[in-house]
């Protein structure tokens, strides 16, 4: 994850989070530049971070690959855990034992509801957006049925408490576990067999299979990680807010999404890098904390999202070099310039 100041997608998103810091600090005075403040920031942030990993991880596959169950599965595998941890291990007798199993219940949740989706699509041969739309149908139903439609208690422990909401040297727990897992993403895409692999059949599905890359495999171990990745996003969840919800972040799929449309990875696949879907992230949750300082409805801002997301689809579509060759073509192909009605040709009698 190098910072490289030629990258002209990063040196935008460092711009536009030095604008919206620069803009908060002003209308608030200089409050939003509290150290609390972005300790607050820092704990929201990686739900948020991680949900759009998943997703930048199945567009960059290619093919139309995108997953839309990472909400609904973040949920399941904190409701899966919320109710199967307390019969393992009793909570107060052995809170770090109860905070271990409450993570590897949740993270086999997760790897098994994204085995799902990458076997559905892999091997059953199903669209991306269909299959993961309908898994999300399917991980929701799930945890409505485990919690009757309400939220449930996550177990007093300490440690699990500690996970969402405690800080080290000044830096939130969260954030720390989604800077480490973004720079091991980032490593596995960019330096491991695994990353060239799916660069390439996001790039030219063709060439690969012809390279003799597993594309059934390769699909099933990205969707796979995208599930871990969802359910490391249900821990902090669940252990910021004590509870687990089957509804819970309603709206974050859309702003996984835009995060990572943000961060220039290509929905048509085979491009993506972690350092920009950092910057990006950061991004929206600082703009979101301004929204949060102005008054803002929570109306509003998800129409804002929706509208960013829109531009950014767009802008990934039509560059400035499409724009002028279709102005060139408007141009050439205008019809001839006609004359007023009741006007007169001369001719020349020779």
């Known amino acids: 994850m190098k910072f490289r100041f030629s990258d002209r997608e990063l040196n935008f998103l460092v711009g536009i989070n030095v604008a919206i810091l620069v803009v908060a600090t002003v209308l608030s005075k200089g409050d939003f530049l509290d150290v609390y403040n972005f300790q607050s920031m820092g704990g929201q942030l990686p739900e ?15 093919n139309g690959g995108i997953d839309l169950s ?3 599965l973040a949920n399941l595998s904190g409701v899966v855990a919320a109710t199967l941890a307390p019969m393992l291990i009793d909570a107060d007798a052995a809170p770090w034992a109860y905070t271990g199993a409450f993570a590897a219940v949740a993270l086999a949740t997760g790897l098994v509801g994204g085995l799902l989706n990458g076997v ?42 500690a996970i969402g909401n405690e800080n080290v ?5 969260p954030f720390a576990i989604f800077v480490a897992m973004l720079l091991a993403v ?5 330096q491991s067999p695994f990353g060239i692999r799916l660069f390439l059949l996001g790039t030219n599905a063709k060439a690969a299979r012809y390279a003799g890359i597993p594309q059934g495999r390769m699909l099933i171990a990205t969707y796979a990680l995208c599930g871990v990745l969802a359910a490391v996003a249900g821990v902090i969840v669940a252990s910021r807010t004590a509870s687990v919800k089957s509804d819970y972040g309603n709206s974050y799929l859309l702003i996984a999404i835009l995060i990572t449309v943000m961060a220039g990875v290509r929905p048509q696949g085979g491009y993506g890098r972690m350092v920009c879907l950092f910057f990006s992230a950061v991004a929206l949750q600082l703009l979101s904390s301004t929204f949060n300082l102005l008054g803002i409805s929570n109306f509003f801002r998800d129409c804002a999202w929706g509208l960013l997301l829109l531009f950014f689809l767009a802008s990934a579509r039509l560059s400035l070099g499409d724009l002028r ?10 019809p001839p310039h006609q004359p007023p009605p009741g006007a007169t040709h001369r001719t020349t009698e020779g």
């Open 120 to 161: 559905l699509i892999a091997r059953a041969g199903l669209t991306p957006i269909l299959c993961t739309l309908g898994t999300q149908l399917l991980y929701t139903g799930l945890a409505v049925v485990l919690t009757g439609g309400s939220s449930l208690r996550v177990g007093n422990a300490e440690p699990l408490s």
């Open 169 to 173: 040297l000044g830096v939130p727990i």
């Open 325 to 334: 060759s279709f102005i060139s073509v408007s141009r050439t192909s205008a």
């Open 48 to 62: 948020l971070g991680l949900l759009a990993m998943g997703v930048a991880l199945s567009m960059i596959s290619g």
């Open 70 to 72: 990472g909400v609904a």
């Open 186 to 190: 980032g490593w596995l895409l960019k």
